[in-house]
């Protein structure tokens, strides 16, 4: 329990600021992207493509990618269509479908 509960109470605000839609500062963003992953560096790892969302693992450190090589880092914020292409039908994206789409999605050849 000691060790759970330090690492779910740093864990939660950073989460909320990963996946909060806003935009840090320039500098702020780069200046703390060495230590936690910010927004803009979380965002990538949501995109539907391969190459981008496997990358950028670290729930709240981002030095745990640079170690591993799993960093991949956006420079400029742009659009991105999150989520998997095969799962944006309407039918997962209800409050009935979200928790089913583990089910439903086996029944997909690929995601």
């Not at 806003?22 to 992953?37: E, F, K, N, S, T």
């Not at 803009?40 to 990618?65: C, Q």
């Not at 914020?77 to 479908?97: C, I």
Request: glycine share 4%.
């Amino acid at each position: 329990m000691w060790l759970v509960a330090p690492q779910t109470i740093a864990m939660i605000p950073v989460a909320l600021l990963q996946h909060a839609n806003l935009c840090l500062p320039q500098g702020v963003d780069r200046a703390l992207r060495w230590v936690i992953a910010t927004p803009l560096l979380h965002r990538i790892h949501h995109s539907p493509i391969a190459a981008e969302n496997n990358s950028d693992f670290g729930e709240i450190f981002s030095f745990w990618d640079r170690l591993f090589g799993t960093l991949r880092e956006s420079s400029q914020e742009k659009s991105v269509k999150y989520g998997l292409s095969n799962l944006r039908e309407e039918s997962y994206q209800t409050v009935a479908g979200m928790p089913a789409t583990p089910l439903l999605a086996r029944r997909l050849h690929s995601l």
